[in-house]
């Protein structure tokens, strides 16, 4: 047992991550930066924009009506598209090809050779994922408190802190769903490509349950049903469901994944 | 008598004692003066069984495809086994059946007295492995890799630095930049650098040049005068004739000769090769017996000593009695059964 505490398979995926830590962070350090930079020169003109016709022509963006609203602006052209979905892609891609790569690449035989358990490595690749989440997540928020500060605008600071921990569980919960695609998964790309089409049918499903009454239902298997960007900042809430979710979902891939892995024969061809 | 050398529990000191197994003396540090008792361990733990891999009816489908049948053999502690046979034969499948990576379709097996059906880590604590196809970290450089796997094994390399002495590879390379040679040499020093009990190997010397292979095959020498046990697989004869104590040979997923490599020679007899100067066709021999151009060649068991009195009543120009070679044997096993 104490050879998993000493997380050393963990600490290796941090370190191959690393640089990827750095240029991801970067990124949306820079896409925060543009985005909440941007709303004053987009002000009154959104404000103009925003009628009725308009609003109704994007039922399925969520919030359109507060578009002209920084916190609107900030959740429909920030959170929405480029944390929830783009940010979750490019971290379920990674965490997907995980496992997958060391068998596809041979170097499971290795790893395996040493006094590791299979599960074993499937929570730690896991875990040397984290830090991963963490640091993108709080790099971006401080982006954002210091823009709001300098632009001035009105922006409720404890609530932009619970949007990035509940995306913490949320990006956790991505990252289990490809450690599971990965651990049955031989094919990296393989395992990728269906990851992402877990996430782009969840936004998909998400924009569908809000553009009509009768599909409403469909937003139940959308993990954006859960996370309401708006509403957290805005006012505050969190929906409770959606946490339980979120920690559910990581929970059950996880031991799914751990106890698939231990069984499954590892085939190299 | 047994001696045993003990640390003091409280400042470390190591003191060599002697007694009787079972016995509970009394000691004091010479160092920090503390004081209490020592009990030797009884008899029976330090018997220890000389069987290290013992292998029971070992079969591995995948689907319906056989991989390998019904293998049944042991290894002993201190031994080099050689385990032969052509590609596709099932020697990466049994090895990799034995390693936990498939699990077996029946059968079980054993390795340094444990199950591997659930004793895998505890197993791979005392055991090395190179994989036939080995790959290794490409991102990492050498030192990198080296320092990532010791933290695995979390444990003392006690051969890491004449390893990397043998097996010279440029550590501070990133190893894609490696050459295959770079990669096998950095395979061996990974499987044996904490010294461990056994270890198993397939087509280990892949790559290597032969003055490499040469270096190895003395370092696997000196591994097994420590008593430690190497298993491992092969198609090249000459050095599994070389190296190995006894040798299996596998065909078609079955064991068909498991045996020591001197004993399997004995059995197959001395080869006879002689040149006479009357006609070839006044020399009567054995029916197995063949004439080419003016050599004359039969296989004998135990009567050499008939054929050369058979063979003074000719005048001999040229003789030649040899033992056959692995790869005769090798290829005896396979002719016809194909």
Known sequence: ?269 | MLTMDVACPKCKFTISIQGNPGERIELTCPECKIHGFFKFPPESSTQQTDDVIVVKNLTKYYGKIKGIEDLTFTIKKGEIFGFLGPNGAGKTTTIRTLLGYLSPTKGDAYILGKNIADNMVDIKRKLGYIPGDLNLYGHLTGRQFLNYFESLRNTQLPLLAELLQVFDVPLDRKIKGYSRGMKQKLGIIQAFMDDPEIVIMDEPTSGLDPLLQQKFYDFLRHQKKKGRTIFFSSHVLSEVDKICDRIGIIRNGSLVALEDVDTLKQKMGKLIRVKIKEKPETFTGPKTMKRTDDWIEFVTNDDIDYWIKQLSHYTILDLEIHEFSLEDIFIHYYEGQT
């Open chain 1, 1 to 269: 047992m104490n050879t998993i505490f000493r997380l050393k398979i963990a600490l290796q995926t941090m370190k191959d991550h690393g640089k990827t830590t750095l240029i991801l962070a970067l990124l949306f350090m820079a896409m925060a930066a543009m985005y909440a930079g941007m709303f004053p020169s987009f002000e009154t003109m959104l404000l103009d924009m925003t009628d009725a016709a308009f609003i109704e022509s994007f039922p399925f963006l969520p919030h359109i009506d507060q578009m002209h609203t920084y916190v609107g602006f900030l959740t429909l052209e920030l959170y929405n598209i480029f944390w929830l979905l783009l940010l979750a892609i490019m971290v379920g891609f990674i965490a997907a090809s995980s496992i997958a790569k060391e068998i596809e690449g041979k170097t499971i035989d290795l790893l395996l050779s040493n006094p590791v358990s299979r599960k074993q490595i499937v929570i730690e690749k896991f875990v040397g994922l984290i830090p991963m989440v963490i640091i993108v997540n709080f790099s971006t928020m401080v982006v954002v408190m210091g823009i709001t500060v300098a632009l001035n605008e009105s922006l409720n600071y404890a609530n932009l802190v619970v949007v990035h921990l509940i995306s913490v569980l949320y990006f956790l919960a991505v990252i289990s769903i490809g450690v599971l695609l990965s651990a049955i998964i031989d094919d990296k790309m393989k395992a990728s490509i269906v990851m992402i089409a877990i996430l782009v049918g969840m936004f998909v499903m998400n924009s569908v349950s809000l553009m009509t009454a009768d599909y409403e239902a469909l937003g139940f298997l959308s993990f954006l049903h859960y996370f309401d960007t708006f509403t957290v900042l805005q006012f505050g809430e969190v929906d409770g469901v959606g946490l339980v979710v979120f920690i559910g979902v990581t929970v059950v891939c996880l031991i799914v994944a751990m106890f698939y892995f231990e069984k499954r024969d590892i085939e190299i061809t």
